[in-house]
Nanobody, 117 residues
Framework: QVQLVESGGGLVQAGESLTLSCAAP????????MSWHRQAPGKNLELVAE????????NYAESVKGRFTISRDNAKNTVYLQMNTLKPEATAVYYC??????????WGRGTQVTVSS
């Protein structure tokens, strides 16, 4: 059974950094594009960053460009989200997602990130 397990969330002050990890044991990891999404209180789920199967291509929400970096290690079945210069509006539950055309879509259960001002 495929599970995506996020970790690395926590409480930080504005301007600090966090790195989220999403492990995907049991997934044919290199077959899937991976992405991070977040949902802030009272708001819709939004795409934060995505990365192609090989890691050659990435895409970011405008609000995080230049501060967040998505990466993956296919040997470890893990995708990362390095978040620098965090702002209070980054407070949200962060989810990772595995998706590829013709394959099932998998979601993690999320990890809470709270940024205090």
């Amino acid at each position: 059974q495929v599970q995506l397990v996020e970790s690395g969330g926590g409480l930080v002050q504005a301007g600090e950094s966090l790195t989220l990890s999403c492990a995907a044991p049991g997934l044919l990891f290199s077959d899937f594009g991976m992405s991070w999404h977040r949902q802030a209180p009272g708001k819709n789920l939004e795409l934060v960053a995505e990365i192609s199967r090989t890691g050659a291509r990435t895409n970011y929400a405008e609000s995080v460009k230049g501060r967040f970096t998505i990466s993956r290690d296919n040997a470890k079945n893990t995708v990362y989200l390095q978040m620098n210069t965090l702002k209070p509006e980054a407070t949200a539950v962060y989810y990772c997602k595995a998706a590829q055309i013709g394959r099932p879509v998998y979601w993690g259960r999320g990890t809470q990130v709270t940024v205090s001002s």
